[in-house]
């Protein structure tokens, strides 16, 4: 997370959007990782995260 906040801070403004909506919607290189996770029968942890929120609530815990 520091990582990720300094690199934005060192942005300007179309930086920042950049750099976040390449997290968001993934790079060339990590979609393409993603397939072959999926190929391989492997399961993302972006597949399951709404059933491992709901399960792992902190304030359900």
């Known amino acids: 997370m520091r990582l990720n906040k300094r ?3 060192g ?3 179309l930086g920042k959007v950049k750099y976040y ?3 968001i919607c993934g790079t060339e290189r990590s979609i ?3 397939q ?3 190929e391989e029968g492997f399961t993302r942890f972006e597949d ?6 709901k399960r792992f609530d902190p304030e359900k815990l």
């Open 7 to 9: 690199d934005a801070l």
């Open 11 to 13: 942005r300007d403004a």
């Open 21 to 23: 909506w390449s997290a």
């Open 32 to 34: 393409d990782f993603a």
């Open 36 to 38: 072959h996770m999926e």
């Open 48 to 53: 399951i995260r709404g059933e491992f929120s």
